[in-house]
């Protein structure tokens, strides 16, 4: 079993940063894959980004490469997701989530573990 809490949301104006944290709990961290996901209101859950266990592959969704960082470190059991350049259209609940295995998976039914959110809203 793996705990997944997240923290760093909150408001910021469109152009801004925000960098959102992941902190994991129970079993061996650096044995996972981990994503970021996020939902917006009345949208399905999207992908957003995701790196490999040692922190030296990472993949993006196409809507939020070259903004968005994902980087993780295994010492302190710690995923972040660095997002700059913010747009309106980044409104939603970010969500961290674990996999084990090395696939860099995009997709929610591949991740067995889930943080409980934490809501980032881009005002203009």
């Known amino acids: 079993q793996v705990q997944l809490v997240e923290s760093g949301g909150g408001l910021v104006q469109a152009g801004g940063s925000l960098r959102l944290s992941c902190a994991a709990s129970?079993?061996?961290?650096?044995?996972?894959?981990m994503g970021w996901f996020r939902q917006a209101p009345g949208k399905e859950r999207e992908f957003v980004a995701v790196?490999?266990?040692?922190?030296?592959?990472?993949y993006y969704a196409d809507s939020v490469k070259g903004r968005f960082t994902i980087s993780r470190d295994n010492a302190k059991n710690t995923v972040y997701l660095q997002m700059n350049s913010l747009k309106r259209e980044d409104t939603a609940l970010y969500y961290c989530?674990?996999?084990?295995?090395?696939?860099?998976?995009?997709?929610?039914?591949?991740?067995?573990?889930w943080g409980q959110g934490t809501q980032v809203t881009i005002s203009s």
């Open positions: 790196i490999n266990w040692s922190g030296d592959m990472t």
């Open positions: 129970g079993r061996t961290f650096s044995g996972y894959t």
């Open positions: 989530a674990a996999r084990s295995g090395t696939w860099l998976a995009n997709t929610t039914r591949h991740y067995a573990y």
